[in-house]
C-alpha cells in the first residue's frame, strides 16, 4: 500500500496510464487519465520523494511508418509534458527516449520533488513481450515501483509486471488509482448490498462471454442491451430482422439464459427496439418488439419499454455494474436508451445504491452526459476491469504481490 512506504529521499519509478486520446495536431482531447494519476504521482512528491513515469501511449508496434520505422512525432509522450506540468504545478522534464544512457543520467541527475517523464514505453519492442533485461534497465533507474496503471494492469509487459520482479517486498506497491479501482470492484464482487444488478451491453456476446457466465453466479438482476441482445432474442426463436446476431452464439445464448433461471437470476432482454432500415444517423427508424423485427431492419437501440423495464429495475437495486452501451449511442438517434439507463443509475446512486460504470463506452457515455460524478465510482480500466470481473488474476497486480 503507498500508506506503507516512505518516499522521503527515494526515487520512485511509476508506471501510470497515459494512453490519452490525442487529435490530429497532438492536442490532448479527454484528460481524466492524467488527471486520475496525480494523487499518487503528488503523494510522492509531497513526501519528498522524485517521481519517474513510465507510461504507453497508442500503438507505435502496431502502427508503424511506411519505412518501417517508428512514428515517433505521433506516439511521442512529449504531448502529454504541457498540460503535466500545468496539471502539476511543476516543470515536468522529459527523456527522448524509454531506455538507456540517457534515461540513466537524467534519473540519476534527479532531484527530490522533480518528476522526470521517459518517452513511450512501447517503442521499445521488449515492453509488450514482457522483456526482462529491458525491466532491469527500468528497475535499476530507482528505489521503489508504484504501479498506477489500471488501464493496463492485464497485461503482462515489462513495465506493468515484469520490473516489479526486480523490487524486494516494501519496495512495490499499488499507486491510489489502481487502489480505488481494485477496492471498488471488490465491493461489487465480494460484498454487495442487495438486489444487486449487473447491466452489460455493447456490440457482441462474444466479447463478454466470460463476464455473463460470473455475472450469473452472483448477480439477483442481469440486464441485456446493445447488440448481444439479439443473439438472445434469437436464440429463443424471435425474429430479428437484419439485427446484429452472432450466428455461433446462438447455443451458447441458450445455455445463459438456462442458467440464469436455474439460478434465479431475473435475465432480463429489452422488450423493445429503435429499429432502422440502415446502420446510419439519418436512417428511417421506428419502434418495434425486440422479437418481430421485420426483415431489413435493424435494432439499434432498445425502445420505451425496455427503458421503462430496465430503470424499474435499477431504481429497485442497492449495488449496480454497468459495463457497454445499450445502443449505438455514437449515433444521435440511437444514444436514448445509453441516456435513460446512465440517467436511472445516477438516480438509484442519489437514493443510496452504490454504481460501478466500467467498460470503455459506459464510461464515454456518463462522461459526456455530464453525469460522472453522480455515479459512485467510474473505472479507468475498460479490458482491465472486465478481466477483473470475470475473476481473472491481473498481471499487474499479481506481480507487486510476488
Ligand atoms: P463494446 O465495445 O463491446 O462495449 O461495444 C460497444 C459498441 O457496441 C459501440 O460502438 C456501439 O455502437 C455498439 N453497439 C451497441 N448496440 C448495438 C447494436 N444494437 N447494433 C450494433 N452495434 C451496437
Known amino acids: 500500500m503507498m500508506k506503507d512506504i516512505d518516499f522521503k529521499g527515494k526515487k520512485a519509478l511509476v508506471r501510470v496510464d497515459f494512453n490519452v486520446p490525442l487529435d490530429e495536431e497532438g492536442n490532448i482531447t479527454d484528460d481524466t487519465r492524467i488527471r486520475a494519476a496525480l494523487p499518487t504521482i503528488r503523494h510522492i512528491l509531497d513526501q519528498g520523494g522524485a517521481v519517474i513515469l513510465l507510461s ?104 506493468t509486471a515484469t520490473v ?16 480505488a479501482e481494485v477496492e471498488n470492484a471488490n465491493k461489487v464482487l465480494h460484498s454487495p448490498e442487495r438486489p444487486l444488478t449487473a447491466i452489460v451491453g455493447g456490440a457482441k456476446v462474444s466479447d463478454k462471454i466470460l463476464l455473463l457466465e460470473r455475472l450469473l453466479d452472483f448477480v439477483d438482476n442481469l440486464l441485456i442491451g446493445g447488440g448481444m441482445a439479439y443473439t438472445f432474442i434469437k436464440s429463443q426463436g424471435g425474429q430479428v430482422g437484419n439485427s446484429l446476431v452472432e450466428e455461433d452464439r446462438l447455443e451458447l445464448a441458450r445455455q445463459l439464459l438456462a442458467k440464469a433461471e436455474e439460478k434465479g437470476v431475473r435475465m432480463l432482454l429489452p422488450l423493445d427496439s429503435v429499429i432502422a432500415d440502415r446502420f446510419a444517423a439519418d436512417a428511417q427508424t421506428k419502434v418495434a418488439p425486440s422479437d418481430a423485427i421485420p426483415d431489413g431492419w435493424m435494432g439499434l437501440d432498445i425502445g420505451p419499454d425496455a427503458i421503462a423495464a ?11 455494474l454497468w459495463n457497454g452501451p445499450m445502443g449505438v449511442f455514437e449515433m444521435e438517434p440511437f444514444a436514448k436508451g445509453t441516456k435513460a439507463i446512465a440517467e436511472a443509475v445516477a438516480r438509484a446512486t442519489g437514493q443510496g445504491a452504490f454504481s460501478l460504470v466500467g467498460g470503455g463506452d459506459s464510461v464515454a457515455a456518463v462522461t459526456r452526459m455530464g453525469l460522472a460524478d453522480k455515479v459512485s465510482f467510474v473505472s479507468t480500466g475498460g479490458g482491465a476491469m472486465l478481466e477483473f470481473l470475470e475473476g481473472k488474476t491481473l498481471p499487474g497486480i499479481a506481480a507487486l504481490q510476488d
Open 164 to 179: 516489479a520482479k526486480f523490487f524486494p517486498k516494501g519496495a512495490k506497491t499499488m499507486g491510489f488509482l489502481m487502489q
Open 310 to 320: 430496465f430503470s424499474a429495475v435499477i431504481m429497485d437495486s442497492k449495488t449496480i
Open 56 to 159: 504507453h501511449l497508442g500503438r507505435p508496434q502496431k502502427k508503424r511508418k511506411a519505412d518501417g520505422s517508428i512514428d515517433v512525432e505521433r506516439f511521442t509522450l512529449r504531448h502529454i509534458v504541457g498540460h503535466l506540468s500545468e496539471l502539476l504545478g511543476r516543470e515536468v522534464q522529459f527523456c527522448p527516449e524509454p531506455v538507456g544512457e540517457q534515461a540513466r543520467r537524467m534519473a540519476t541527475a534527479l532531484q527530490p520533488g522533480e518528476v522526470l517523464l521517459l518517452e513511450n514505453t512501447r517503442f521499445e519492442p521488449g515492453e509488450e513481450k514482457g522483456d526482462e533485461a529491458l525491466a532491469r534497465q527500468w528497475a535499476e533507474l530507482a528505489d521503489v515501483y508504484v504501479n498506477d496503471a489500471f488501464g493496463t494492469a492485464h497485461r503482462a509487459h515489462a513495465s
